[in-house]
């Protein structure tokens, strides 16, 4: 079995920056691509960001293009989010999520992600 910890969330000014953190614990060898999904208040769970297992492949919601980077190191089974130029539209629960070996989709679709990480809380306000 795979556990996914999120780490590095908190409160940031509009325009500020936030790296957030996943690492993968357990059976890590059988993960394939790892991706981010946030959730606000009221609204559904959304797709940020996927990456490769090489990490040569990466997909970006709309919103978050140019703004927000994700990447990997395997060695560290640890996938990053750097976000930068944060917006009051960012707040979110933010979720990390990781597919099985056996699946190389990387793109949106929740259902294509086996597991899932618990949160980590983005807050962007003056």
């Known amino acids: 079995q795979v556990r996914l910890v999120e780490s590095g969330g908190g409160l940031a000014q509009p325009g500020g920056s936030l790296r957030l953190s996943c690492s993968a614990t357990?059976?890590?060898?059988?993960?394939?691509?790892m991706g981010w999904f946030r959730q606000a208040p009221g609204k559904e769970r959304e797709f940020v960001a996927a990456i490769s297992w090489s990490g040569d492949n990466t997909y970006y919601a709309d919103s978050v293009k140019g703004r927000f980077t994700i990447s990997r190191d395997n060695a560290k089974s640890t996938v990053y989010l750097q976000m930068n130029s944060l917006k009051p539209e960012d707040t979110a629960v933010y979720y990390c999520?990781?597919?099985?070996?056996?699946?190389?989709?990387?793109?949106?679709?929740?259902?294509?992600?086996?597991?899932w990480g618990q949160g980590t809380q983005v807050t962007v306000s003056s």
């Open positions: 357990g059976s890590n060898f059988s993960i394939n691509v």
């Open positions: 999520a990781a597919q099985k070996k056996i699946s190389d989709y990387v793109g949106y679709a929740s259902y294509k992600y086996d597991y």
